[in-house]
C-alpha cells in the first residue's frame, strides 16, 4: 500500500519489496503477540528509495497502542535478524515501527458526522 501523502511514484522495487517486507513480518509479529489482549495487525510497510529503511505500521485493537509499540521495540533486533533471515538482497532495511492512527481518525469521523445527523445539521 503507498502513502497518499508520497507525490511521486514508486518503482517496481520499492514496490515489491513492500509487499514482501508486509508479508513476512506481518506473521512475526502476530508470532510476538500472541500473549497480549487484542488485535494487532500490520497496515502496511514503506520501504525507502535506497531500501536502508522499513517504516512498519501497526494497528492495534483492544490493548493500548503504545504499550504494543513498546513491546516490540523491545525485540527489534529479533524481529530484524527474522526479516534479514528471509531477505536476498545485499542491503538489509532497518525496522522502524509505528502506530498507524487511520482507524482512529475513521472513527473519530464517523462519530462526527453521526452527531451532525442526530442534531439535524447533516
Known amino acids: 500500500m503507498t502513502n497518499p501523502k508520497h507525490k511521486k511514484e514508486e518503482k517496481p ?3 515489491k519489496m513492500n509487499s514482501y517486507v508486509h508479508e513476512v513480518l506481518s506473521p512475526v509479529i ?3 503477540l500472541e500473549n497480549e ?6 497496515t502496511h510497510c514503506e ?18 497502542p503504545m504499550h504494543i ?7 527489534i533486533y529479533e524481529l530484524q535478524g527474522k526479516l534479514n533471515d528471509k531477505l536476498q538482497t545485499k542491503v538489509f532495511p532497518k525496522i522502524q515501527l509505528y502506530v498507524d492512527d487511520t482507524p482512529a481518525f475513521a ?3 464517523t462519530r462526527y458526522i453521526e452527531d451532525l445527523k442526530k442534531n439535524d445539521q447533516f
Do not use: A, C, M, P
Open 107 to 109: 472513527d473519530e469521523i
Open 69 to 75: 509499540l513498546e513491546l516490540l521495540n523491545k525485540n
Open 37 to 42: 489482549k487484542g488485535l494487532t495487525t500490520v
Open 13 to 15: 522495487r520499492v514496490q
Open 30 to 32: 502476530n508470532e510476538f
Open 47 to 64: 520501504v525507502s528509495y535506497d531500501l536502508k529503511w522499513v517504516k512498519v505500521y501497526i494497528s492495534v485493537f483492544g490493548n493500548e
